[in-house]
């Protein structure tokens, strides 16, 4: 699972100033954490906070003021993850890619790992609501809200709590019975392939076969 809060300055790609990542694992019958990760991440001097930003998050200049960069903070969650085979999941995948895309050079496990978009998993099990917001399938569930909704680890929770109904919901609906068959519902592919592995000059001047 993944979330991030991000700033959107005009004329110029969305900033990451908070990310937010839960690890979990398949065993036994049910879903277990593995690990977390949470940061605050600095944007850059010319990228202000605004006010109405702060209103939505609670997020502040100065909370931000001597942070991490993005490309240490990433970098720092990138380090921790192994290579996929795996997927990440997120509230509006779409989103969630490109903030990482931006990012790639800086994250590269991330930005080769396919995405799994919980809006289309919704779309798919409970096709009458009125939107998809996160608040809307949220209260679909009668999830309780949290205090810090729309702070990355508390909606990361709730994302969490939303794909494994979302999840056991659609296999009894017929949605999808296995990791293929979700990804034709609700997958999106990796932010960016990694790049070809360079040929090395011996393997340049041997003839295809």
């Known amino acids: 699972m993944i979330d991030f809060e991000a700033l959107t300055p005009a004329g110029r790609p969305m900033e990451p100033v908070e990310v937010a990542a839960l690890a979990l694992r398949h065993t036994g019958g049910r879903w277990r954490e593995q690990a977390r990760f949470s940061a605050?991440?600095?944007?850059?001097?010319?990228?202000?906070v605004t006010a109405r930003f702060t209103t939505l998050t609670g997020i502040t200049a100065a909370m931000l003021t001597g942070e991490p960069s993005a490309r240490q903070v990433l970098g720092?969650?990138?380090?921790?993850?192994?290579?996929?085979?795996?997927?990440?999941?997120?509230?509006?995948?779409?989103?969630?890619?490109?903030?990482?895309?931006?990012?790639?050079e800086h994250c590269p496990n991330l930005a080769s790992t396919p995405l799994i978009d919980t809006i289309a998993m919704a779309r798919a099990v409970i096709p009458h609501l009125s939107s998809y917001k996160l608040d809307t399938v949220r209260a679909h569930y009668r999830i309780p809200p949290q205090p810090d909704r729309h702070r990355a680890m508390a909606d990361v929770e709730l994302t969490t709590e939303i794909f494994t109904r979302l999840l056991a919901d659609g296999a009894k609906a017929g949605c999808w019975h296995d990791l293929p068959?979700?990804?034709?519902?609700?997958?999106?592919?990796?932010?960016?392939?990694?790049?070809?592995?360079?040929?090395?000059?011996?393997?340049?001047?041997?003839?295809?076969?």
């Open 181 to 209: 068959s979700l990804e034709c519902a609700a997958g999106r592919a990796a932010p960016r392939r990694p790049a070809p592995r360079p040929r090395t000059p011996w393997e340049a001047e041997v003839p295809a076969q």
């Open 40 to 48: 605050l991440i600095r944007p850059p001097d010319d990228v202000p």
């Open 76 to 104: 720092e969650l990138d380090r921790r993850l192994s290579a996929p085979p795996y997927r990440l999941v997120a509230h509006n995948a779409a989103t969630e890619g490109s903030l990482i895309r931006n990012q790639a």
